[in-house]
């Protein structure tokens, strides 16, 4: 009977200390690092003629490479329908494991020309940050006005 | 011999059970608080508007504030068809204490939706059409962040149309 009970206090030991968070596990070589607060800043600035008009959006992700968005806009009658004009940003944040970040982003703006007419872009790209790294392009929107993105990265301590 | 295998194996899968990842520890729910602040323009013309959402975490928690209002649309056919739009703050949050997440932060998904009446001040030169129907105008923020007791994260976005900046600042707080 002894023995008995000490072959299942022995299992249930056993089995306990393999599924306890200290113990080396055979994956340990492949861990991902921890989640961490990371801050996206992007600044779209576009010209109107003579003005320039910056936009700035700030985001806030978990390295851990979860998908996250952000709507802003408004509805607008263009002739006889009803238009979204604004901003829409998707983005995903994965830790890299030399201690990079890499950011898809992808941003779509449309909004309305001097003469009212809608008007937009859409950018998607892959970026490789380190902390409090930033990186700037230029592109063109469909009616052929250009714009730049100020693509900032850091990590929230 | 059958019937002690039977034992040791079944006292092996209870021990198992009992320590992964997705088993209910007697420990892991906290009461906490969500503040969600939200600002929309700037100077005088600033409107800001808090939000509370008491919750433990593990739980998800809705708050919805606002209307479902009839809008109607002219059809092809001339005839005035009615659909039902919700305007007002829809907020749905979901705080876990998870493993992957550095020391000392909870994992905060959260879903921010502010639809609103476009105010005609704002932006005069937005083309309106008919006036008796209302523009809306919308921001919504879906995302993971991850926060420390008393931590705030904040999300800007900037309207295009009207130039406007909303702001979401968003706070967890733990309970004593």
């Excluded at chain 1, 607060?37 to 109107?48: A, D, F, N, T």
């Excluded at chain 2, 800001?48 to 056919?77: H, K, M, N, W």
């Amino acid at each position: 009977m002894r023995k008995h009970i000490g072959l299942i206090l022995g299992s249930a030991l056993m089995a306990l200390a393999f599924a306890a968070p200290g113990f080396t596990q055979a994956v340990s070589s492949t861990a991902k690092p921890k989640a961490l607060p990371v801050k996206v800043q992007v600044v779209l600035m576009r010209g109107e003629g003579e003005r320039k008009i910056n936009s700035p959006y700030s985001v806030i992700a978990s390295s851990a490479g979860e998908a996250s968005s952000l709507r802003i806009g408004t509805e607008v009658l263009v002739g006889t329908t009803l238009q979204q004009i604004g901003t829409q940003i998707d983005y995903t944040v994965t830790a890299t494991d030399d201690g990079r970040f890499k950011l898809m982003l992808s941003l779509k703006g449309q909004f309305l020309s001097p003469e009212g007419l809608p008007r937009g872009f859409t950018s998607t790209n892959t970026f490789t940050f380190r902390d409090g790294e930033s990186t700037k392009f230029t592109g063109s929107d469909d009616g052929g006005g250009a714009f730049t993105l100020d693509v900032t990265l850091t990590v929230v301590k | 011999m059958r019937r002690r295998v039977r034992w040791i194996l079944g006292s092996a899968l209870v021990a198992l059970a009992a320590t992964a990842p997705g088993f209910p520890q007697g420990s892991s729910s906290v009461p906490l608080t969500i503040q969600v602040v939200l600002t929309k323009g700037e100077g005088d013309k600033k409107v800001r508007l808090p939000y509370f959402l008491t919750s433990s975490s593990g739980e998800t928690t809705s708050l919805r504030t606002g209307a479902e209002v009839p809008i109607g649309t002219t059809g092809p056919d001339g005839l005035i068809r009615f659909t039902l739009q919700q305007f007002g703050t829809q907020i749905d949050s979901r705080v876990t204490a998870s493993e992957g997440v550095a020391e000392g932060r909870y994992k905060v998904q959260i879903t921010i939706t502010k639809r609103d009446a476009y105010d005609a001040n704002s932006a005069p030169s937005i083309p309106q059409g008919d006036p008796s129907r209302p523009i809306f105008n919308n921001f919504v923020f879906a995302g993971t962040l991850l926060l420390g007791n008393g931590e705030t994260a904040q999300i800007v976005a900037t309207d295009m149309v009207s130039n406007e900046t909303w702001r979401a600042d968003v706070t967890l707080s733990l309970k004593k």
